[in-house]
């Protein structure tokens, strides 16, 4: 039943993909300094070189103790404590303290030799210049930061490969880091194809429509932390498409060109990557709806990928398949997901076919107190579908559909 | 009970804080070229002035034609029909097609007058140069994408306040946008204070700590898509701190100052804003924990926030309290919420006190199919508590605890 045309020719299963992510290796180290850093994935250890805190600090702020000074006092029978003085922030009391004294400390202080609590200044009465009345007892080491209670010297605090968060950043700056070796943000190349795409300054003329997947995609690989560099349309002819391939490679890590990826008479993506030098094709098809005219080659060492040129489905192949080697050139660990995802009630019936992977846009809606999942169907041509859609989600390959008020995952678009 | 001391004096509900929002406008508009748009707050409703597309195309490749020619069709009864040529990708069709005809077409391409809809390449064969024989019967639409059928012209299809996703630049592409009117980003200035605290690339003494803060507050700012400025440490005295803020406000959008806001005795930030020319200070305390004292002024027109000094209770009010502030001010619309959380089941009881909002940091853990969230309970001078955690559950005013086992919403971290 089929015509005589080119086909498939290695369709794989999706959880296959990711087992090439290990043929690609991250693009390099470079130093940045700290305030660069949030966004960035850590390319080294971190070693504390200090305790930290290295001095006992007060959380609270109130009068630094022995806890043993206290201990049985309340409002009706207040232990009376002698105040020697005042703690100066970021110095160093010169003196150390005895069981009945008291000397007055703010938050973050230091405390004194002897002193092992803080009583809550709301939990004191001053009786006069010198003599403070305690109403309630403290435990050693209640109100106090021990040296080394957040982090002890030698220990290893951050892992190469971890994404740098804020508070990453934070622990790089309390341990003095003015800089730190990161992973270089990888350089994506991309390239639309197809002789009824114009550039977006242009009034398309009938039949033509302008150039949608050069800024979907280089979008896309913003938001994944990378660096995209758009390499323009280009028109179906062979020499064409290689020279501009030749030309990305030369300047990328990885490279996607959208459109001419499937079978298609006049579809050249697989016969320029395979013209390429030191090409290696890896897959052409993947069984995932939308998305399954996706190709995957390694060319020259770095990963080359034909894409669907319908917009929807290129964004989904990005988001879902593509990402992940990107992160993964990027350095990022194979660490714990941190990508939440969101439960909500499928609001209809949702038929799917066995043997392959279906994505499904979705609305999210808040109704009467529960949320809901609106499938958005649409022909994948469709960049309303994607903009109307909070999420995806994934319906597996041996599911055979998915009942209205199904509990499902939604994955963030 | 209390000692002689300043009290908080105007302790407000969380739900209260948010009435204040309206009190601050977005901080103005400008024009960026498209490849730049993504995350950034659109400023101007944007009208389809085309219909999207603006010709019928083709989701396929196969054969132009009209529905009825194959109505009845199937392998064993095939319909025969002429081929009259081949569309050429981006061109229109100078001829147009009747009953019994067909034209070839490749997904993309313009339908000729007369077609009204398209056959798979897969479901024909063929019989010689100009005949072909189709198995299946296409219904008139079918595998075309209709003249306005993504966009009709005249439709708003952005509105100001939405944050422009991938999804919305390849839209603002479709209709030829070279550049966009957003929302500029607001400038956040940030003030750490305190005499203990001294710059990352000094050796502290005793009793002294680095400054986090400043870096965990702009690693936050610049993750809400804002800019940040640090303007260093400020030490307790009243005239630095109130110099330093008259050169933050008159730079800035919106001023954080960190440490200083509780009532210790050398609290000074409550006093320096109170004294600041043309000052309203809307609350002095959010019934949080952690995050009490924190204070929102309206300081000549912009909002100057008092955050508490210790890391995590600054990081836990930003993300909860001042972010939003910093999204309205960038021009977000109170549209849809698209923050995803994710549901977990609590792994411990955790007891909470009635007559405030607690935020719990969490750990997420897949085990056994189930995710847990599992509390890290650390007293909040702790970054490593922040480093170890992937989000916050909120336990509300009214609730005296959470059980084991009950199912939670975690906000990412």
Avoid at 151 to 156: A, D, E, L, Q, V
Avoid at 387 to 403: F, H, P, R, S
Wanted: hydrophobic letters at 40%; a negative charge; proline letters at 5%.
């Amino acid at each position: 039943m089929m015509n005589a045309m080119k086909e498939f020719f290695n369709v794989i299963n999706l959880d296959e993909v990711f087992e090439y992510i290990h043929k690609f290796p991250p693009v390099g180290v470079e130093k940045i300094t700290l305030p660069q850093t949030v966004g960035r994935i850590l390319a080294e250890d971190i070693i504390s070189d200090i305790d930290l805190p290295d001095f006992r600090r007060s959380t609270m702020d109130g009068f630094a103790v022995q806890g043993v000074s206290t201990f049985g006092a309340s409002e009706g029978n207040p232990a009376y404590l002698s105040v020697k003085g005042a703690v100066v922030m970021g110095e160093s009391p010169d003196y150390s303290i005895g069981p009945g004294e008291a000397v007055k400390i703010s938050t973050g202080g230091m405390l004194p030799q002897g002193a092992d609590s803080v009583i809550m200044i709301e939990h004191t009465g001053k009786i006069d210049e010198t003599t403070i009345e305690a109403y309630r007892s403290v435990a050693p080491g209640q109100n106090v930061i021990e040296v080394g209670e957040d982090y002890t010297k030698g220990t290893t605090v951050l892992t190469a490969g971890t994404k740098i968060r804020p508070q990453e950043t934070g622990l790089l700056a309390a341990f003095g880091k003015t800089s730190a070796n990161v992973y270089k943000q990888p350089v994506i190349g991309i390239i639309s194809t197809g002789d009824e795409i114009v550039t977006i300054d242009e009034i398309p003329g009938p039949g033509q429509i302008r150039d949608i997947n050069t800024y979907t995609l280089s979008g896309l690989v913003q938001q994944t932390g990378a660096r995209s560099v758009s390499f323009g349309i280009v028109h179906d002819y062979f020499k064409a498409l290689s020279d501009k391939c030749n030309q990305a490679l030369s300047q990328c890590d990885m490279v996607l060109v959208s459109g001419g990826s499937s079978v298609g008479v006049r579809d050249l993506t697989i016969d320029v990557l395979t013209s390429l030098k030191d090409t290696n094709i890896f897959f052409h098809g993947i069984s995932i709806s939308p998305g399954k005219p996706t190709i995957l080659a390694k060319v020259q060492r770095k990963a080359f990928w034909g894409l669907p040129g319908h917009v929807v489905s290129a964004m989904i192949v990005y988001s879902r398949i593509v990402k992940p080697f990107v992160e993964h050139i990027s350095g990022l660990a194979q660490q714990f997901d941190r990508d939440l995802r969101t439960q909500a009630i499928l609001s209809r019936n949702l038929p799917s076919a066995q043997g392959r992977v279906d994505y499904i846009r979705v609305r999210l809606l808040h109704k009467k107190g529960t949320l809901w999942a609106e499938p958005i169907l649409g022909k994948s041509g469709l960049i309303n579908t994607m903009v109307q859609a909070d999420g995806l989600i994934e319906i597996g390959m041996n599911t055979e559909g998915l009942e209205k008020g199904t509990e499902v995952e939604v994955l963030p678009l």
